[in-house]
């Protein structure tokens, strides 16, 4: 299994950007997919993004489609969520996933290991 932690998760204004990390640990992380989903007070987890372990194909939510990037560097076993144009409503935890089939998919229930989360609020 891999052990992912996520950082950089921050306070910012809207439309500002954040950057967030999830350092992996464990051999598999190069071969796996990669996922990020977030989870707002009183609200289900919901997908944000994902990335095939090659990199070379993504998924976005519609609802940051065109704002946030995935990206991933397999030789540093760190996944990246980069987030410009914030606005409130993306505030929420954000956590990193990680699936051992390196096919991305959008189902929290696909994802064998998750970090515990990073709080990123943005303030109208």
């Known amino acids: 299994q891999v052990q992912l932690v996520e950082s950089g998760g921050g306070l910012v204004q809207d439309g500002g950007s954040l950057r967030l990390s999830c350092a992996a640990s464990?051999?598999?992380?190069?071969?796996?997919?990669m996922g990020w989903f977030r989870q707002a007070p009183g609200k289900e987890r919901e997908f944000v993004a994902a990335i095939h372990w090659s990199g070379d194909s993504t998924f976005y939510a519609d609802s940051v489609k065109g704002r946030f990037t995935i990206s991933r560097d397999n030789w540093k076993n760190t996944g990246y969520l980069q987030m410009n144009s914030l606005k409130p409503e993306d505030t929420a935890v954000y956590y990193c996933?990680?699936?051992?089939?390196?096919?991305?998919?959008?189902?929290?229930?696909?994802?064998?290991?998750w970090g515990l989360g990073t709080q990123v609020t943005v303030s109208s």
């Open positions: 996933a990680a699936r051992r089939n390196g096919s991305p998919s959008i189902r929290r229930v696909s994802y064998d290991s």
């Open positions: 464990g051999r598999t992380f190069s071969s796996s997919a």
